[in-house]
């Protein structure tokens, strides 16, 4: 069974910085070639993408509203994927979920494959 774990939210004030982090574990789903994403869902809003990796990080993909700001990355080695926000604002503060997926092109329509139980953001005024 393939497990994501997400780690690394918390709060933070407008300006500053977080890093999540996303590992996967488990059997039942390839490890290799499998894209890696995240999503974030805010109170009374529908779930969003936010980015998306390829499996060798040739490719990343990012929701306008983050690009420039996050920066998403994984380490094989580990198993591992990361998020790194800076210049946070309360507009991102949400509930960020970790994703698999086949694609990470696809993700950013919403393509997944398993979903991580989610970390929760605050970022205050």
């Known amino acids: 069974q393939v497990q994501l774990e997400e780690s690394g939210g918390g709060w933070a004030q407008a300006g500053g910085s977080l890093r999540l982090s996303c590992v996967l574990s488990g059997g039942g789903f390839s490890r290799y070639g499998s894209a890696m994403g995240w999503f974030r869902q805010a109170p009374g809003k529908e779930r969003e993408f936010v980015s998306s990796?390829?499996?060798?990080?040739?490719?990343?993909y990012y929701a306008d509203s983050v690009k420039d700001r996050f920066t998403i990355s994984r380490d094989n080695a580990k198993s591992t994927m990361y998020l790194r926000m800076n210049s946070l604002e309360p507009g991102d503060t949400a509930v960020y979920y970790c994703?698999?997926?086949?694609?990470?092109?696809?993700?950013?329509?919403?393509?997944?494959?398993?979903w991580g139980q989610g970390t929760q953001v605050t970022v205050s005024p």
């Open positions: 990796i390829s499996f060798t990080s040739a490719y990343e």
């Open positions: 994703a698999a997926g086949q694609n990470a092109q696809a993700m950013g329509g919403g393509v997944v494959s398993f």
